[in-house]
């Protein structure tokens, strides 16, 4: 086994970008991107529609070649490592050949992940039990519910315990409760021998499952955000805060924030460190606390902040 | 956690893509051929293409029975090869389906080579077993020759649909346009000294594939082995520029 795919960064963009070149004009889907992800993390990559996240996975798995800087992944070009070690990755569209079976698309993507043929029918038993799918076994794959596909790209994911796991918007069109299931599922596979990618519209989603999220917008990385650990604290966030009974004399402690109703306060943002500041204040003054909650979380804050900024730059340029 | 290198179990997965070949491809091939011999033959048994003179299957001479296995065999190749190649790699580039295949530890060479040469063993099948279609109905003709010449056709015509399916999506449409044009090409400029005679040998070498039909047809001696080699050749030179193409191009459009 070669010695890089162990230890530091195993996915390394440095400077990449990549432009479609026209007869009529150039388009810069990603623009000098320079991200480390390392093993036994779970990163996340975040953007508006159009900002590159796609593109950005294509480069990783060496669909597309970059136009500038360099890219490895386990220390090797990333198509070198997926023809050598395989990746478990879930495209946004999920594309099956439609009258491919269930239990048959799952045994060909099987065979090529190098499964070993006597093992391709436990495993893919396994996986369509662990995901749900025992119902639909003998469906054509063009019978399937949105939800249903997206649990078959799933499942075609994971037939191999591979140390790169890419997923490009895992919970779309999943339930409710196959959107839990699959935090649990990612919780499993969190490992500090693998390495998981994962890109979405969905803010929460990222906040609640990866360590840190890269903001992307017009083709850069905006800003990383640390959403697990000691920084998420210092992570500014407005927050709302509602008082159970008198409000007027704590008015001076409140003066910065945004009254909505009687009881009811706007605060600006603030840290971890300052909201507990001015809660304890409040106790002290004898006020009662009937909630406080964030406005929005802070990784929404962040995205927020970045695809502002960006835009403004775009339309400064 | 497995990190060892590891391939795609090609082997096995060569039985999917023979699979999809003769569920789909094959039954249009054989449907197609079928049509075509009885609109050639009914004819000539009926009389309208001889005269007023009727046959029956028994009494057709046997020049028009050998001429006839020749021009099917010429037509069953093309079509064939036609529909083996059609898209093998431009439809799995447009419909996105490359994503998770080649997110898998295999090279898009190796698979495409696996797939050409799983059809090229349906299309086999299939001529073999139109082969036996033709003895029952018409002669026992089981040349040795068949198998060589069926083999290399494919690779010559399946040679340069593969690689034009690397190039576009409109494959099957260039290919039939490349054939004609070769055909064309090569009787109208193929002796010429000048600029047109050394541009034509750049064309597939079309006008050497009715010498394999006659000879497998036994109507004619000598088995013509230059033709054999230039237009297994041609079509093996065709073939290895596709999988250049496909191991130096990028595998997602956009």
Redesign the interface.
């Known amino acids: 086994?070669?010695q890089p795919?162990?230890g530091g960064a195993f996915v390394q963009l440095e400077g990449v970008g990549k432009t479609?070149r026209g007869l009529r004009r150039s388009v810069s889907?990603v623009v000098d991107v320079t991200l480390d992800i390392g093993l036994g993390e779970v990163f996340g990559l975040a953007g508006p529609n159009g900002a590159g996240k796609s593109?950005l996975i294509?480069l990783v798995?060496?669909?597309?070649?970059p136009t500038s800087g360099t890219l490895r992944v386990g220390g090797y070009a990333p198509?070198t490592f997926?023809?050598?070690?395989?990746?478990?990755?879930l495209?946004e569209?999920v594309?099956?050949?439609p009258r491919w079976r269930l239990e048959e698309a799952l045994s060909?993507?099987a065979?090529?992940?190098?499964?070993?043929?006597d093992r391709v029918q436990s495993r893919v038993l396994a996986l369509v039990d662990q995901l749900g799918l025992a119902e639909h076994w003998g469906k054509q794959i063009r019978q399937l519910s949105k939800g249903n596909l997206q649990r078959v790209?799933l499942a075609?994911?994971l037939l191999?315990?591979e140390?790169l796991l890419?997923l490009d918007e895992p919970t779309h069109g999943l339930d409710p409760v196959w959107t839990q299931r699959f935090r649990e599922i990612v919780g499993e596979l969190r490992?500090p021998?693998?390495a998981i990618f994962i890109a979405s519209h969905n803010l929460d989603e990222l906040q609640r499952i990866a360590d840190r999220v890269a903001i992307i917008d017009h083709g850069r990385v905006q800003r990383v955000v640390q959403t697990r650990g000691a920084g998420n604290a210092s992570v500014s966030t407005p927050y709302r805060l509602v008082l159970a009974g008198e409000s007027d004399k704590v008015r001076d402690l409140l003066s910065r924030a945004t009254q909505s109703s009687p009881n009811e306060f706007e605060l600006s943002s603030l840290s971890v460190e300052e909201l507990n500041v001015l809660l304890r204040a409040l106790l002290d003054r004898g006020v009662q606390i009937a909630a406080v909650s964030p406005v929005y979380s802070s990784l929404e804050q962040q995205f927020r902040e970045a695809v502002d900024e960006a835009g403004n730059r775009e339309r400064a340029h | 956690m497995s990190i060892a290198r590891r391939h795609a179990r090609l082997g096995r997965y060569f039985w999917w893509q023979l699979h999809d070949y003769m569920l789909h491809q094959a039954p249009a091939t054989i449907a197609i051929m079928l049509l075509w011999s009885y609109l050639t033959l009914a004819p000539i048994l009926n009389g309208s293409m001889t005269a007023g003179r009727r046959f029956t299957i028994a009494t057709l001479p046997e020049n028009v029975v050998r001429s006839f296995f020749a021009d099917s065999l010429g037509s069953l190749l093309l079509l064939a090869t036609l529909f083996a190649t059609n898209g093998i790699v431009a439809t799995d580039r447009r419909t996105g389906f490359y994503r998770f295949y080649f997110a898998k530890p295999v090279s898009a060479p190796r698979f495409y080579t696996n797939a050409f040469v799983a059809n090229g063993f349906g299309v086999l099948l299939v001529s073999l077993m139109l082969l036996v279609v033709f003895a029952a109905f018409l002669r026992p003709i089981f040349p040795a020759s068949f198998v060589p010449v069926v083999a290399a056709m494919y690779l010559a015509y399946g040679g340069v649909g593969f690689l034009l399916s690397t190039l576009w999506r409109f494959d099957w449409l260039s290919l039939v346009t490349v054939a004609v044009i070769s055909t064309i090409g090569w009787s109208m400029w193929g002796d010429d000294p000048g600029i047109a005679g050394i541009l034509v040998h750049l064309l597939p070498p079309m006008h050497l594939t009715s010498s394999l039909y006659t000879f497998v047809a036994g109507a004619t001696d000598g088995f013509p082995w230059g033709a054999q080699l230039w237009l297994s050749a041609y079509g093996a030179a065709c073939f290895l520029l596709g999988l250049w193409i496909l191991r130096t191009r990028s595998l997602a459009s956009q």
């Open positions: 086994m070669a795919l162990t479609y889907a593109t294509a798995l060496g669909f597309l070649k198509r997926v023809e050598r070690y395989g990746v478990g990755y495209s569209l594309t099956i050949p060909r993507y065979l090529l992940a190098g499964v070993e043929p790209g075609q994911a191999h315990d140390q890419i490992s021998e693998r």
